[in-house]
């Protein structure tokens, strides 16, 4: 991780904030601290990544739980660990199935909160490079013509350079420039990499070629 790993910390007690942001920063992590879940929805389009989200349970106004719904709804993507002195079952596996990583309860040991969020970090950086991936696969897609997506259907869907020109109603030479375009573009070797991108891109559900 180059950038310095952001903790972001929302808790209506005054002292836990204090007490965590204490431990947090001498363990070498940014933090940034909130009282409630309205006023980090309001600041978190400026997420710093990596980055992952220590979230109280019970809080005034808009809760923990709720937070996290609403993080899903927006498509903001953060690890959350939850922190709480008001731990139950039901909320736990709720969270934990809406994407929590931990659910922990106060007082918590300090090393293993820093492990928490170690991990918590860890998977925020490696999710954060699998959107870039995937960011990166749309853009050079994106830059394929009409025809080259024609004929990238038909090289994933295992046709040869012969069939795809009949399919086309263009020439086999054209076919192989088309081909050799589409390789660089998308940055592939073989054609079993264009048959893992077009999967990634969901364009395998159907062959253009067959009636």
Same mark, same amino acid.
Not at 179 to 199: G, W, Y
């Given at each position: ?10 808790? +209506? ?24 879940? @309205? &006023?980090?929805?309001? &600041?978190?389009?400026?997420? !710093? ?43 736990? !596996?709720? &969270? ?11 007082? !918590? @040991? ?22 870039? @991936? ?11 013509? +009409?025809?080259?997506? +024609? ?13 795809? &020109? ?46």
């Amino acid at each position: 991780m180059s950038a310095t790993p952001t903790v972001y910390l929302v808790d +209506d007690d005054t002292a836990v904030r204090d007490a965590l942001s204490m431990l947090l920063e001498v363990s070498g992590f940014r933090v940034e601290r909130y009282a409630g879940g @309205e &006023a980090f929805l309001a &600041a978190c389009r400026d997420i !710093v990544h990596p980055a992952c989200l220590i979230l109280d349970v019970r809080m005034p106004g808009m809760n923990g739980p709720a937070l996290q719904q609403e993080l899903n709804r927006c498509g903001i993507h953060l690890p959350i660990i939850f922190l709480t002195a008001h731990g139950d079952i039901p909320t736990s !596996v709720a &969270a934990i199935k809406a994407g929590a990583m931990d659910f922990l309860t106060k007082p !918590v @040991e300090g090393g293993l909160l820093i492990e928490r969020v170690r991990a918590a970090l860890a998977t925020a950086a490696r999710q954060q490079a699998q959107r870039d @991936e995937s960011e990166a696969l749309r853009s050079r897609y994106a830059s394929l013509t +009409d025809r080259e997506r +024609d004929v990238l259907a038909l090289v994933v869907a295992g046709h040869s350079s012969k069939e795809i &020109a009949r399919v086309l109603r263009i020439s086999h030479r054209t076919v192989e420039t088309h081909r050799t375009h589409i390789m660089q573009k998308m940055a592939a070797r073989s054609a079993v990499d264009l048959t893992t991108m077009s999967q990634a891109l969901g364009l395998l559900d159907t062959d253009p070629a067959r009636p």
